[in-house]
């Protein structure tokens, strides 16, 4: 019997090990009711597979616990693929805007780590991103701060795309971003 229980186990973390989870934001919502107050909880998690894909969400539930498993398993479903140069960094800097987030993300030389604030750096520690600077100018909302990370990431393309949209051979584009 212990053996099942053992072996159940195992299975569970290699599944997640696959997945890194990180807890960025945990929001108490109050409402006013005749007895009182009751109490709700928001969370917002960052999930990726250090290899080039994250994703992101927000889930609400009575009990913080609760409300974090929703959020990581949101999370898991959306989970996208980011092009990363090296597998360590991105392939050009980036600008991004959601709602009064503002983002700016740029590509850092090897041995760099990851210069960034909390939200953005759990962002990119799940994605696999080793070598990056960033920075978050208006707001410190981490839920418009990460949507605006998002988007930042997606508008990068990668030499390959460009090769393919341009018909041109990929030594071609990456000859030219040197000059």
Known sequence: ???IVEKKEDIKD?????????LVH???ITKVVKGGRRFGFSALVVVGDQAGKVGIAHAKAKQVPDAIKKA???ARRNLIHIPLREGRTIHHD???KDGSGKIILRAAAKGT???AGGPIRAVCEVLGVKDIVA????????HNVVRATMKA????NSPKYLSTIRNKKISEIIEKRGS
């Open 26 to 28: 945990i929001n108490r």
């Open 14 to 22: 290699k599944k997640k090990d696959d997945i890194v989870e990180k």
């Open 94 to 96: 980036v600008k991004a």
């Open 153 to 156: 990431l997606l508008k990068q």
């Open 135 to 142: 920075k978050s100018i208006g707001t410190s909302n981490a």
């Open 72 to 74: 990581n398993e949101i």
């Open 1 to 3: 019997m212990e053996n």
């Open 113 to 115: 780590g990851i210069i």
